[in-house]
């Protein structure tokens, strides 16, 4: 576990050699125990729609965190790097679970879900949803006259999100487009990164519980 924890660390770099990484060991990981799940075989569940850890409405409103965007907000986004590390530093399965058996569902393409939800708040549609061509390009529009931002839900005080929804996200098409992790055994383990849109499947059509414990992995830094 920690072998690989390490190896995933590594994956996230500085895009330019003048970025010095003061107190950042890439090799040292911390890890805490973040939440325990049971879920009763037959038990519907829609807690966990489809959505996106580590950070908010902060995604477009801090500017250190807007940084880990800003080849999406200044045109290029194919150039996006979700494992750029500068801006993110100033800003698993414990039973036998398979698809349809109240299991993890991701998103398999981390850029295109992050361009994609970092840019939606900046568009609107032109035709009606019900639209056979509602998808198409021609079809949305630029609009900064809108202080909405899609999926991002005030809760206590604050924003919670961004929750994705076909409603609001229909581009991303969920339905489709969501998948379901292969069959895990306990001990497995299970890594995504923290933009990825994931979810848990709402019906549990198997016959034994489907346990998970969230154990997050995060950088070693004494910043």
Not at 47 to 68: K, L, M, T, V
Not at 149 to 156: E, K, L, N, Q, V
Not at 157 to 165: D, E, L, R, V
Request: net charge negative.
């Amino acid at each position: 576990m920690l072998s690989a924890s390490i190896w995933l660390n590594n994956l996230y770099h500085t895009k330019t050699d003048d970025v010095v990484l003061d107190g950042v060991d890439l090799s040292t990981p911390l890890t805490y125990a973040d939440r325990f799940r049971i879920r009763p075989a037959g038990v519907s569940w829609d807690y966990y729609p489809p959505h996106c850890d580590g950070g908010s409405i902060e995604r477009w409103e801090d500017p250190a965190f807007r940084q880990c965007f800003s080849d999406i907000l200044s045109g290029d986004w194919s150039s996006h790097d979700p494992y750029e590390l500068k801006g993110r530093l100033e800003a698993s399965s414990s039973s036998e679970t398979a698809p349809t058996e109240g299991t993890l569902r991701v998103f398999p393409d981390v850029v295109l879900t992050n361009s994609y939800i970092i840019l939606r708040p900046f568009f609107r549609p032109t035709a009606p949803a019900d639209s056979p061509d509602f998808l198409k390009a021609e079809n949305w529009e630029f609009d900064i006259s809108s202080s909405e931002f899609p999926g991002i839900i005030p809760r206590d005080g604050g924003y919670a999100g961004p929750k994705a929804s076909p409603e609001l996200h229909p581009h991303l098409e969920l339905e489709k487009t969501m998948l379901s992790v292969p069959k895990v055994y306990p001990g497995d383990t299970v890594f995504w990164h923290c933009d990825v849109i994931h979810s848990v499947e709402e019906e549990h059509m198997g016959s034994e519980d489907s346990s998970g414990s969230s154990l997050p992995f995060v950088l070693n830094s004494s910043c």
